[in-house]
């Protein structure tokens, strides 16, 4: 069973960046696409961007566009999440996402898309 462990939440300023980090254990995510997923107090789970296995294609959020990005280190087993130039609105549990498809399919931004999931970690955003 695969098993997705986010890191790297915690308190910054607005204007500031942080580092999410997901790493698998008891699988290789080569032939993964991730995706990560945020939902901040009574919103819905929402999509912020994904990445595909073999080409790693990106998809990105209207909303995170030009701030997020979703590099991906298969030699460490990890994806990120860079998020720079953070804003209040930014305030979430983020999760990240797995979905088994070798073939470079990308899942987009759909939670149905994704069959495992992480525990999730709180970013928050605030002066």
């Known amino acids: 069973q695969l098993q997705l462990v986010e890191s790297g939440g915690g308190l910054v300023q607005p204007g500031g960046s942080l580092r999410l980090s997901c790493a698998a254990s008891g699988y290789i995510l080569d032939d993964y696409a991730i995706g990560w997923f945020r939902q901040a107090p009574g919103k819905e789970r929402e999509g912020v961007s994904c990445?595909?296995?073999?080409?790693?294609?990106?998809v990105y959020a209207e909303s995170v566009q030009g701030r997020f990005t979703i590099p991906r280190d298969n030699a460490k087993n990890t994806v990120y999440l860079q998020m720079n130039s953070l804003k209040p609105e930014d305030t979430a549990v983020y999760y990240c996402a797995a979905k088994f498809d070798p073939s470079n399919y990308v899942p987009g931004l759909f939670r149905y898309e994704y069959d495992y999931w992480g525990q999730g970690i709180q970013v928050t955003v605030s002066s």
């Open positions: 990445i595909s296995s073999r080409d790693h294609i990106t």
